[in-house]
């Protein structure tokens, strides 16, 4: 297992392939898996590596809190695709008797350890080949969202028509209903199917929470990938 060199651009294109069938290294919730994988990279992915990228942005949010995310921490190669060589495991030095003669007869470790690297990166680069000629997965996700007016009085028809006049790429409005929360108060439970890569709860709680005449406050109910 593993992802190759994750400072090297083939290593990183297996994580982009790696991320685009799933949200974190292992799971579903952050994990010290993530933080693993996360502390080997030296630099952002770029933007051609969607997938990478926002799960390395996403982790990085999490830095402060990082020590306190579930899971113990195993060696980097045994996270990632299984077809993949573990890079980060070295070679048990060969043991030999001393020798009053240095003469290397059978070739140098230096000209093995180049051998063994370019193939290495070879089979990498032919991995990432490979994996790129599949189509790419959209990451996709179900919210049920909780959104409570002022009081009684707010007109919740107009409300929800606020709510489902918010249009963006990769977001779709499905099924709602009232829900009484008490003292005659109703709130609106609204469900959506968002592109991971385009929409999140932040922007939505953003626009919903724009329309003051209406809206106090917006929750996340429940909160699937599908």
């Not at 709680?205 to 406050?217: L, P």
């Amino acid at each position: 297992m593993g992802f190759g060199d994750l400072r090297s651009a083939s290593g990183l294109a297996v994580l982009n392939d790696f991320l685009s069938e799933r949200s974190y290294i292992e799971g579903y919730v952050p994990s010290q898996a993530d933080v693993a994988v996360f502390e080997a990279i030296s630099s952002p992915p770029s933007a051609d590596l969607c997938h990478a990228l926002r799960w390395f942005n996403h982790i990085k949010s999490y830095q402060n809190q990082k020590n306190s995310l579930p899971g113990v921490k195993k060696p980097l190669g045994q996270y990632g695709p299984a077809s993949v060589a573990d890079a980060t495991a070295g070679s048990a030095p060969a043991s030999k008797e001393e020798d009053d003669d240095d003469i290397d007869l059978f070739g140098s470790d230096e000209e093995e350890d180049a051998e063994a690297a370019r193939l290495k990166e070879a089979r990498l680069a032919e991995y990432a080949a490979k994996k790129s000629k599949k189509p790419a997965l959209i990451a996709k996700s179900s919210i049920l969202l909780d959104v409570k007016p002022w009081d009684d009085e707010t007109d919740m028809a107009k409300l929800e028509e606020c709510v489902r006049s918010i249009q963006m790429d990769g977001l779709v409005w499905g099924q709602s209903k009232l829900v009484p929360v008490g003292y005659g108060i109703k709130k609106l439970q609204i469900g959506c199917v968002v592109e991971d890569d385009k929409v999140g709860t932040d922007i939505l709680e953003e626009h919903i929470t724009a329309f003051e005449d209406f809206v106090q406050s917006m929750d996340v109910a429940a909160f699937n990938k599908i």
